[in-house]
Antibody
């Protein structure tokens, strides 16, 4: 059974940093691209970032480019999202999802507020 | 970026009646290999999204056959033949042909009348 478990969310002040993690199990993690998608409170879904199997290929939404960094550790079956220079508009539930968006985690909540 | 436009945004439906959601893209979603990377997702209240359909009309495992996806090019439709109580929530279309970025529709909230 595929499982994705996000962690690392919390309350952070504007300008601060957080690192999200997503522990994957139930499939061969190293064979699949992975993505982060976020959902602001009461709003729709917004793609944030994708990393291909080869960690050299990463992609970002314009809204986070230069501030967020996606990475993966295939030996630990874990996906990461390093978030720097956080803004109030980054407040959202962050989901980890598999290639083609067929599996989703429960999400981890990031709140950016002073 | 490809803009995905859904309608309606709110969809009250009587149990047992059909429902239909439209999704239009600002450019054709046909990829160079001939496939169309249009997905449908469903998010029940308080839950994570779940993919229902890939490549326009391929139902995911466990998705009831009352759900049907259709369309081509820039116009797509998700139809539910007979709405059941478990179908409430928000439905999103999303495109994976012209990425980055992947883009989603605004969402259609289905509720029971």
């Amino acid at each position: 059974e595929v499982q994705l478990l996000e962690s690392g969310g919390g309350l952070v002040q504007p300008g601060g940093s957080l690192r999200l993690s997503c522990a994957a199990s139930g499939f061969i993690f190293s064979d699949y691209a992975m993505s982060w998608v976020r959902q602001a409170p009461g709003k729709g879904l917004e793609w944030v970032s994708t990393i291909r199997v080869s960690a050299g290929s990463t992609y970002y939404a314009n809204s986070v480019k230069g501030r967020f960094t996606i990475s993966r550790d295939n030996s630990r079956n874990t996906l990461y999202l390093q978030m720097n220079s956080l803004r109030a508009e980054d407040t959202a539930l962050y989901y980890c999802t598999t290639q083609n968006f067929d599996y989703w985690g429960l999400g981890t909540l990031v709140t950016v507020s002073s | 970026d490809v803009v995905m436009t859904q309608s309606p945004l709110s969809l009250p439906v009587t149990l047992g009646q059909p429902a239909s959601i439209s999704c239009k893209s600002s450019q054709s979603l046909v990829y160079s290999n001939g496939d169309t990377y249009l997905y449908w997702l469903h998010q029940r209240p308080g839950q994570s999204p779940r993919r229902l359909m890939s490549k326009v009309s391929n139902r995911d495992s466990g998705v009831p056959d009352r759900f049907n996806g259709s369309g081509s090019g820039t116009d797509f439709t998700l139809k539910i033949s007979r709405v059941e109580a478990e179908d409430v929530g928000v439905y999103y279309c999303m495109q994976g042909t012209h990425w980055p970025p992947y883009t989603f529709g605004q969402g259609t909230k289905l509720e029971i009348k």
